[in-house]
């Protein structure tokens, strides 16, 4: 198993609220990524990471941000939580030059 | 719009047959494509890859072949286990950007 962590595992929250989702890793990865998985949509990129302070938008972006200020740490904000984030989170790693992401086991958000 | 996608939602196979499984991409700078398998409130994990410069990879019983003309690759699992009942999501990037796109994912159940 890839040392990939997310926290929490699972959380309830009410529309309006401000939520923060951690990904931690022990790989020493550079690349991070953060996914939602919804039914009929699978995985859509929602922020990545190719370095300490370096991230880029991916798909769905609009309502989250990210920070990444240590190697091993990337952050998921939703700024205002509305209930069409109510989703499963992935955090993802890679090393970079053709290697494969590992992802960790998820967080199911639910905006009440 | 999805760049890659997978038009099957689901597969139902037998035992010992064969399962292949089919994805479409629409960006022709993709150069690098894998394959994953989830399990239900796990992460998807690793299965197998493969780049733009090869046409067919194997492990085991999982082959993966790309047709870059057609823009199209498929999963071969043979032979087909119960234990391979999962989600399989297909995915693809362009390998100097490490930015992975994912398709909608198949349901294969295997039958004993």
């Known amino acids: 198993d890839a040392g990939i962590t997310q926290s929490p595992r699972h959380k309830v929250t009410e529309t309006g609220t401000p939520v923060t989702l951690r990904c931690h890793q022990t790989?020493?990865?550079?690349?991070m990524y953060w996914y939602r998985q919804d039914p009929g949509h699978g995985l859509r990129l929602i922020h990545y990471?190719?370095?300490?302070?370096?991230?880029d938008k991916g798909e769905v972006s609009d309502g989250y941000s990210v920070s990444r200020s240590k190697t091993e740490d990337f952050l998921l904000t939703l700024e205002s939580a509305t209930s069409s984030q109510t989703s499963v989170y992935f955090c993802?790693?890679?090393?970079?030059?053709?290697?494969?992401?590992?992802f960790g086991n998820g967080t199911r958000l639910t905006v009440t | 719009d999805q760049q890659v996608k997978q038009n099957s939602p689901s597969l139902s196979v037998q035992e010992g047959r064969i399962s292949i499984l089919n994805c479409d991409y629409t960006?022709?700078?993709?150069?690098?494509f894998l394959w994953y398998k989830k399990y239900p409130a796990e992460g998807p994990t690793f299965l197998i890859s493969i780049s733009s410069i090869k046409d067919k990879n194997e492990d085991g019983r999982f082959t993966v072949f790309l047709n870059k003309s057609a823009k199209h690759l498929s999963l071969h699992i043979v032979p087909s286990q119960p234990g391979d009942s999962a989600v399989y999501f297909c995915?693809?990037?362009?390998?100097?950007?490490?930015?992975?796109?994912f398709g909608s994912g198949t349901k294969l159940n295997v039958k004993p």
């Open positions: 790989e020493n990865h550079r690349y």
């Open positions: 995915a693809a990037s362009e390998y100097s950007f490490n930015k992975f796109y």
């Open positions: 990471s190719y370095g300490v302070k370096d991230t």
């Open positions: 993802a790693i890679s090393a970079g030059g053709g290697s494969p992401l590992h």
């Open positions: 960006n022709s700078m993709f150069d690098y």
